[in-house]
């Protein structure tokens, strides 16, 4: 159900959102989930050493607003368990990279069994 971590609104926001101590973030198995976080505002994740992505299937983007993440160092894609996609320069581009070749995947399997035989 959960389709966006931090809900607020900018003006909420005084500054940005900084996680301090947060070295290892897991988000796994949320299939509503498109996004981190939908404000324009700065997130920095100072410390930010991993990152894993697991069956969000919706997941299109990290956040709307600026992105800092200077010490991530790995970061984990999958495509229910098919393997991981690589680092594409930043942490918004290789969610949507990812999202792109899920989507290609679904469509390619979908044409794959929209040419089965009819077997009635």
Known sequence: MIEEIIACEAEEIQGGIVFPK????????LPCLA???LAHHLLEFPVLLMLMVTKCPQMRNFCQGDLSTPRLEQMHLTRDEEGELKWEGDL????KHM????NVQNSEVT??????PNLE
């Open 22 to 29: 947060l070295k290892y973030l897991q988000l796994s198995c």
């Open 35 to 37: 996004i981190f976080s």
């Open 92 to 95: 918004n581009t290789t969610i």
């Open 99 to 102: 999202f792109d070749e899920m």
């Open 111 to 116: 044409e794959v069994t929209d040419q089965l």
